[in-house]
């Protein structure tokens, strides 16, 4: 079945430096690319998608990129800070019913 | 609240017993989802509603029983679970069917199950 790989399951970074978390999907009809942030014990939240149409996208220190040949996105977080850590999701539309195939997460700790 | 309630936050039942989830939304959104949640897996997609109406069911066991009875209240029944079904329930709910329209999936905060 359709499936999407994340990778790493955990990061850990210096407070300022940058975070990258790189996903790739398998089902080529994708077109919509969301990231959820899951702080802990909280519900997850949007911060930023991207579609299919777009290689790149920016959202002050968070940006996402697709490579749509190669079928993979990744989230860049720049100057992390402290309330950047949580558990990122990725996740790929599926097909033609626009529901979502997700990673398994990655869990973003930002060191002081 | 960002306008996805979700009720019991907490719950532990025995194997045998009926309990149900609740979840509300304030937000007008047309589409609402029961997601299950487990550590360190993909969040499972379970039951998708649009209009009131199931358009979604990801081979969800029977002891799973979703109910919508109108675009603003979703529930998910629940009998002879198991103790892997534990986890964490999450509802959502967008404006329309589909993550890409409006802004995304609204997600409640969850219901921590733990089947015993």
């Known amino acids: 079945g359709e499936n999407v790989e994340q990778h790493p399951s955990t990061l850990s970074v210096q407070e300022g430096d940058s975070a990258v978390i790189k996903c790739t999907y398998s089902?080529?009809?994708?077109?919509?690319f969301p990231w959820y942030k899951q702080e802990l014990g909280k519900r997850p939240q949007l911060i930023i998608d991207?579609?299919?149409n777009v290689g790149e996208k920016k959202d002050q220190r968070i940006a996402v990129t697709l490579n749509k040949t190669a079928k993979h996105f990744s989230l860049h977080i720049t100057e992390t800070q402290p309330e950047d850590s949580a558990v990122y999701f990725c996740?790929?539309?599926?097909?033609?019913?626009?529901?979502?195939?997700w990673g398994a997460g990655t869990k973003l700790i930002i060191k002081p | 609240e960002t306008g996805v309630t979700q009720t019991p936050r907490h719950l532990v039942m025995g194997m045998t017993n009926k309990k149900s989830l609740k979840c509300e939304q304030h937000?007008?959104?047309?589409?609402m989802y029961w997601y299950k949640q487990s550590a360190k897996k993909p969040l499972e997609l379970m039951f998708v509603?649009?209009?009131?109406?199931?358009?979604e069911n990801n081979s969800v066991p029977s002891r799973f029983s979703p109910e919508c009875p109108n675009s603003s209240h979703l529930f998910l029944h629940l009998h002879t679970l198991q103790p892997e079904d534990s986890a964490l329930y999450l509802c959502?709910?967008?404006?329309?069917?589909?993550?890409?329209?409006?802004?995304?999936?609204?997600f409640g905060s969850g219901t921590r199950l733990t089947v015993v």
């Open positions: 959502a709910s967008s404006q329309d069917e589909g993550p890409d329209r409006g802004g995304g999936y609204t």
């Open positions: 937000l007008g959104h047309n589409a």
């Open positions: 509603y649009n209009f009131k109406e199931q358009t």
């Open positions: 089902d080529s009809a994708s077109n919509y």
């Open positions: 991207i579609r299919s």
């Open positions: 996740a790929a539309s599926i097909g033609s019913n626009y529901q979502l195939i």
